[in-house]
Structure formats: C-alpha cells, structure tokens
C-alpha cells in the first residue's frame, strides 16, 4: 500500500507563489506516475499536472500552464508543485495521486490519494 500526504497549502494572495509537497510512505512510488487534481466543494476534481515515473516527462492542465512547475525526488519519495502568478481560480483543494498511467487526466485510474492540502487565493 502506498500513503500520500500533501502539504504547502495556504492562504495568499493573487500573484504570490506556493509550492505544494506530496510525500510517499509505504510501498515505493518510484515506479509510478504520480499526479495532482484540484477539487472544489460540489465539482468534480480537475487535473492539473502530472509527473511521469522518474519526472522526465510531465503535463500540465491549460490553465496552468506556464505558471506552475512538477518536479519529484524519487529519493525522498516526495513530488512538488511550484505555483507561481496565483489567481483566484486556483483555490481549491489540491490533492496528490499515484497511479500505473502517466498523464491521465481521468481520477478512477489513480490507485491511491492524499487527503489534500487547501490553497486559498484571494485578491
């Protein structure tokens, strides 16, 4: 079994940057994909990047494109997210996945979840 706990969430303001840490315990993770999905209260979760096993490849959701950054360290069985230019639409909470695919942007092939770290961004 694999463990994923999120951190790094807060409340900042638009155009600040954050970045967000999902740390892996249990099994290794350093063979999976791992993923980060945002979610609202009453909305499906949204797929915002994804890192491939070793972080050689990664894909991001348009919205984020170009403002926010994967990297993993399959040392530290940990995967960041650097956001930076923040804006209000970001806010939600951010939730870390593992998973056998990389770049899916679909949730039921994700094997394993964190409970999830809250970014709050307001003007």
């Known amino acids: 079994q694999v463990q994923l706990v999120e951190s790094g969430g807060a409340s900042v303001a638009a155009g600040d940057s954050l970045r967000l840490s999902c740390t892996a315990s249990?099994?290794?993770?350093?063979?999976?994909?791992m993923a980060w999905f945002r979610q609202v209260p009453g909305k499906e979760r949204d797929f915002v990047a994804a890192?491939?096993?070793?972080?050689?490849?990664?894909t991001y959701s348009d919205p984020v494109r170009g403002r926010f950054t994967l990297s993993r360290d399959n040392v530290r069985n940990t995967l960041y997210l650097q956001m930076n230019n923040l804006k209000l639409e970001d806010t939600g909470l951010y939730l870390c996945?593992?998973?056998?695919?990389?770049?899916?942007?679909?949730?039921?092939?994700?094997?394993?979840w964190g409970q999830g770290t809250q970014v709050t961004v307001s003007s």
């Open positions: 996945a593992a998973g056998a695919i990389y770049g899916t942007d679909i949730v039921d092939e994700y094997d394993y």
């Open positions: 890192a491939s096993w070793n972080g050689g490849s990664t």
């Open positions: 249990g099994r290794s993770v350093s063979r999976l994909a």
